[in-house]
């Protein structure tokens, strides 16, 4: 089957830096995206990685490695707005998106 | 309209009643999909469609038609609602030229009771 991971919570203070881990296995890759998504609202693209290696965006990076099924997101300088869910999904060989439960990120001062 | 429009946003409905959940994209994305979202299951796809005139099941189709008459337009139909039908639904499409990136709308949340 398929099957993506990614942590359920992660707390992080403001100001630090914290990385959000995905894994996955899924029959055919043709793509990973991580949205993020706040309470109450839809989900809202962040980046897309198709080949190895870091994707830089802002205060916003993310990595993949497709020999390991490993992708991650890494937040800078956080802001309190920064609190959100973060959804990892991967792009399948029918491109489909299979999605992660996600990862509820919160801030503290 | 900018981007994808989704009503009502809300709605509390009586099991067995037949539902209408409507999207509207004006991006003129070939391929629209509807989704479900639980607490701790993430998004769930119901029903997906490539293109106009043709639709396709997700992995949890059942209890669910839609149709897709033209390219703007993906309704979602709950013929006899059931509580476990009790979720927040999205609508999204895609295109090739927006590199696949999945856009939303703003969500329906739906309790049947």
């Known amino acids: 089957g398929q099957n993506i991971d990614q942590p359920t919570e992660m707390t992080a203070t403001e100001g630090a830096i914290v990385q959000i881990n995905c894994t996955y296995q899924?029959?055919?890759?043709?793509?990973l995206f991580w949205y993020q998504q706040h309470a109450g609202e839809a989900p809202t693209f962040l980046s897309y990685?198709?080949l190895d290696g870091l994707e830089e965006k802002g205060r916003f990076s993310s990595f993949l490695s497709r020999s390991k099924g490993y992708s991650y997101l890494l937040l800078k300088e956080l802001q309190m707005k920064d609190s959100a869910s973060y959804l990892c999904?991967?792009?399948?060989?029918?491109?489909?998106?299979?999605w992660g439960a996600g990862t509820k990120l919160i801030i503290k001062p | 309209i900018a981007g994808i429009t989704q009503a009502p946003t809300s709605q509390i409905l009586a099991a067995g009643r037949r539902m209408t959940l409507r999207c509207t994209q004006d991006?003129?994305?070939?391929?629209m999909y509807w989704y479900r979202q639980d607490l701790g299951l993430g998004l769930r796809l119901i029903h997906y469609?490539?293109?106009?005139?043709?639709?396709g099941k997700g992995e949890v189709p059942d209890g669910y038609s839609v149709s897709r008459a033209n390219t703007d337009d993906f309704p979602l139909t709950l013929a006899s609602a059931v509580p476990s039908q009790t979720s927040v639904y999205f609508c999204?499409?895609?295109?090739?030229?927006?590199?696949?990136?999945?856009?939303f709308g703003q969500g329906t949340r739906l309790t049947v009771v």
């Open positions: 999204a499409s895609s295109d090739s030229k927006d590199g696949l990136t999945a856009f």
């Open positions: 991006m003129r994305h070939n391929a």
């Open positions: 469609s490539n293109t106009a005139g043709t639709t």
């Open positions: 899924t029959s055919g890759f043709n793509g």
């Open positions: 990685n198709v």
């Open positions: 999904a991967v792009l399948d060989s029918n491109y489909q998106l299979i």
